[in-house]
Nanobody, 129 residues
Framework: QVQLVESGGGLVQSGGSLRLSCAAS????????VGWFRQVPGKEREGVSC????????VYADSVKGRFTISRDNARNMVYLQMNSLKPEDAGVYYC??????????????????????WGQGTPVTVSS
């Protein structure tokens, strides 16, 4: 069964850190661009950060640059999002997604106009002020 499973979300105080993990099963992430997305009620899902398969190139939303770091461990079939200096506006449900054809730019910044092949079920992040 092909699936992505996120973990690591939770409640954190403003200024704190969380590390989200995305585990793939049923397929290998080696050749996929993988991204993290955030959705809050009443707003469109937005791309937070995406990492390419070919060279590990990364892109970030302006709002998280310098605070978040995406990384991948192909040996473990995992992708991570290290989130530091969290702000209340970072809260939401974070989803992991993967696609073999999209570039990191397309995945993160053309969503939802592009179709992404695999999605996880999401992990909630709450940041208290």
């Amino acid at each position: 069964q092909v699936q992505l499973v996120e973990s690591g979300g939770g409640l954190v105080q403003s200024g704190g850190s969380l590390r989200l993990s995305c585990a793939a099963s049923g397929f290998t992430l080696d050749y996929d661009t993988v991204g993290w997305f955030r959705q809050v009620p009443g707003k469109e899902r937005e791309g937070v950060s995406c990492i390419s398969s070919s060279d590990g190139g990364t892109v970030y939303a302006d709002s998280v640059k310098g605070r978040f770091t995406i990384s991948r461990d192909n040996a473990r079939n995992m992708v991570y999002l290290q989130m530091n200096s969290l702000k209340p506006e970072d809260a939401g449900v974070y989803y992991c997604a993967a696609d073999r054809l999209l570039t990191n730019q397309a995945m993160c910044f053309w969503s939802p106009r592009v179709s992404i092949e695999y999605w996880g079920q999401g992990t909630p992040v709450t940041v208290s002020s």
